[in-house]
């Protein structure tokens, strides 16, 4: 059961932000702009959070800490801001996305 956890862990890391990507390519071709740029904003910072932040990154190589996500601002600024921003920017896309959605059948 443990295998097929991280399994999924893994695919869905990637599976989700891709999805995204997808819809919101569909969503602006189909006129719906703003949910279209949303969730392609949604797509690609999820999918750059993925990249920096895979075990096997360059990004967070010499990094002296067992845990990339909690680095403290001080040691990696950079670092630092984009554990933070890019997960706070998926989420805020994704929101902005269903609004718009919402919006659009109302």
């Known amino acids: ?24 390519g569909a969503s602006f071709v ?5 949910a279209g740029v949303s969730l392609l904003v949604a797509g690609l ?7 920096l932040f895979s075990p096997e990154s ?4 010499g990094w002296e ?14 670092g630092f801001l984009a554990a933070n921003l890019l997960p706070a920017i998926t989420n805020f896309s994704i929101v ?3 609004v718009s959605f919402i919006r659009r059948r109302g």
Request: charged share 10%; hydrophobic share 55%; proline share 5%.
């Open 45 to 51: 910072s999820a999918l750059l959070f993925a990249y």
């Open 1 to 24: 059961m443990d295998n097929l956890a991280s399994q999924w862990a893994t695919v869905s890391q990637w599976l989700f932000p891709v999805t995204w990507v997808v819809l919101g």
């Open 58 to 61: 360059s990004f967070t190589a």
């Open 96 to 98: 902005v996305a269903c």
């Open 30 to 34: 189909r006129r719906h702009r703003v």
């Open 65 to 78: 800490t067992d845990a990339p996500l909690n680095i403290a601002f001080d040691y990696k600024p950079i």
